[in-house]
C-alpha cells in the first residue's frame, strides 16, 4: 500500500515569502507527527495530531509556525515570512493509533530559504 | 534532551554482523527502546522496538540489557545498503507524543 506522502519534495523560498508543505499519511492512521531536521541533526518534534485534534504543539520554533489537519487525514505545516534558519527538511509521519504505535515516515520536504 | 546515548560512527564489514550500541541509562519502566534508520535523502525507516525481552524480526535483532540501560541492534549479516544513520530512541508507551531522536550512529559498511 501506499506509504506517507510529502509534497513539494523541494522548496526553495526567498526570505519572507510564505510556505505551505503538505503531508499526505497512510490512508486510517489516527496520528500524525511533523518534525523538523537540520543538516547534519536528527529529527526533531515539531507537533502532533490525533485526528483533526493538534495535542501537542510544544516543538514548533516560533509562532511563524502554524499546523492543521482539518478532516483528521491530510496535513499542512505552514511557515509565515520564512528566515533563512528555516532551511531544513520538513518530515511527516503518521501511525495507526497512539503514540505507541510505529510510526511510519514519509521522504521530507527540503526548504532552503535564500 | 535526547535520553540515549550512541558512538556517532561505526564501520562493519559487508557480510558481517554490525552492532550498534545505545545507552539509556535514566529509561523508565514504561519506556520502550526503538531503532529506526535514515538512508541518505529519505526518511527514517523503522527497524525494531522492543520494552524488555530481546526482539527479533526480518530486519534485525534487538538485544536489551536485563536492567535495560543499554541495548545493541544487530543486523546479522550487512550489506552495502545498510550504509546509514541509525537512531536509538526510548519512548514512553502511552501519554507521551514526543519521539526524541538525538545524533545517532552513523554506519559505514565497507566492501
Known amino acids: 500500500g501506499a506509504g506517507v506522502s510529502q509534497s513539494p519534495r523541494y522548496k526553495v523560498a526567498k526570505r519572507g515569502q510564505d510556505v505551505a508543505l503538505r503531508c499526505d499519511p497512510i490512508?486510517?492512521?489516527?496520528?500524525l507527527f511533523w518534525y523538523q531536521q537540520a543538516l547534519g541533526q536528527g529529527p526533531e518534534f515539531l507537533t502532533y495530531f490525533q485526528n483533526e485534534a493538534q495535542l501537542d504543539k510544544s516543538g514548533l520554533p516560533s509562532d511563524r509556525f502554524f499546523a492543521e489537519r482539518p478532516e483528521g487525514s491530510v496535513s499542512t505545516l505552514k511557515i509565515q515570512r520564512t528566515q533563512q534558519e528555516d532551511s531544513a527538511v520538513y518530515l511527516c509521519?503518521?501511525?495507526?493509533?497512539?503514540?505507541?504505535?510505529?510510526?511510519?515516515f514519509g521522504p521530507g520536504t527540503r526548504l532552503l530559504v535564500l | 534532551d535526547a535520553k540515549t546515548t550512541q558512538p556517532t560512527s561505526m564501520d562493519c564489514a559487508e557480510g558481517r554482523a554490525a552492532n550498534l550500541p545505545c545507552n539509556h541509562s535514566?529509561?523508565?519502566?514504561?519506556?520502550?527502546v526503538y531503532w529506526y534508520r535514515q538512508i541518505h535523502s529519505q526518511g527514517p525507516q523503522y527497524i525494531i522496538h522492543?520494552?524488555?525481552n530481546n526482539e527479533t524480526n526480518e530486519m534485525a535483532s534487538l538485544i536489551i540489557t536485563e536492567d535495560r540501560k543499554s541495548s545493541t541492534l544487530i543486523l546479522p549479516h550487512a550489506t552495502l545498503r545498510d550504509t546509514a544513520v541509525y537512531y536509538c530512541?526510548?519512548?514512553?508507551?502511552?501519554?507521551?507524543?514526543?519521539?526524541?531522536f538525538g545524533a545517532g550512529t552513523r554506519l559505514f559498511v565497507k566492501a
Open positions: 509521519a503518521s501511525s495507526l493509533a497512539g503514540v505507541e504505535e510505529t510510526q511510519y
Open positions: 530512541i526510548v519512548r514512553v508507551a502511552a501519554g507521551g507524543f514526543k519521539t526524541i
Open positions: 535514566t529509561i523508565s519502566g514504561n519506556e520502550y
Open positions: 522492543g520494552l524488555k
Open positions: 490512508s486510517g492512521h489516527v496520528s
